[in-house]
């Protein structure tokens, strides 16, 4: 069914001034802090090799099919130093499916969406991590292991969803809709997760949605996620009105040239865009969702409306399958690089700090997603 209703900050007269947060900036409080634990080491060699050649055949075995051999030498010895100061310092990488190749395979210890990153970062044994991805997927690994350091390279590293809503949002949302539940997308600062009764990511989100048992829920703040979801569950939805900046973009009539182009294309598509979007799409799902489809059914050619860097990690596993690109990039997400991710390791910046009374509330949305039985 359509959604229930639509709210965004334009809705609360009473709404506090100077708390909303614009596009790609990140919440002022919980923010990322130098760590104190261990000094600065100093920066290794960056030369290529005929050492780091041997030593970094393996990985370039990965990528060859998306990074061409001429950028290798320039990669590879980076590749190399993060991966020895990661056993140096006892580090672990966690990478999302958006990150670029030389990263997500070259350097990332776990990789995957949302759900899987969450899930891996409760299982980490380091004393340290580096979260390659967006904040507030840093912040959800930081609230899973209060007692460890997390690290982001470069915390500017925002999301336009989790930008468009403030705490004291969900608050007017509480007061406008008494006892209703209130659900959070993971693309969420920790100030939000904390005032919500549950957080879900694309991967499960009318899972989340129905193991409340509510007749009419509050879906947070992805507006055209919330029109997925309210498209497959009898749960009337109430919507607020946040936007993936990399998703909203793409239109149902570029997939349709695809499809006239080539009736036997295969089109996939990330619930974060619009309904006319995924109204062509042969397939729609979450980042690992998506990869999966695409391990199980071995399309010939494949529209893959997402991230691009993540039609790159695909094709590197699978170069039989022939990737059409009407991709668009995440500037956050790209924000992540090898030299800062480098950085990062040799000086244990920027860490992730969250009040703790706040990490508190917040830890119990996201806990009460990974407990969800299947
Ligand atoms: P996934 O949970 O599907 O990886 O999505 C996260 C995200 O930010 C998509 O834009
Ligand atoms: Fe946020 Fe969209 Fe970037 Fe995902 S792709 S991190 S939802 S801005």
Redesign the pocket.
Known sequence: MPIAGIYGPDDFANRPQGQHQHEGQITASPRAAPARTKPTLPTPSLEWTPEVARATAPLYERVKHVIPPIEWPLMAPTIQAINELKRARGAVILAHN?QSPEIFHGVADIGGDSLQLAVEATKVEAGIIVQCG?HFMAETSKLLNPDKTVLIPDSRAG???AASITGADVRLLREKFPGVPVVAYV?TSAEVKAEVDICCTSSNAVQVVESLIAPTVIFLPDRYLATYVASKTDVKIIAWKGA????ERFKGEELRAFREADPSVQIIAHP?CPPDVLAEADFTGSTAHMINWVRERRPRRLVMIT?CSMADNVRAELPDVEMLRPCNL?P??KRITLANILESLLTLREEVTIDPALAVRARRSVERMINLKN
């Not at 993936?244 to 998703?247: A, I, L, S």
């Open positions: 958006y967006v999301c336009s969803l693309n993936c900046e990399v998703h974060e991230e995440c956050h997400m």
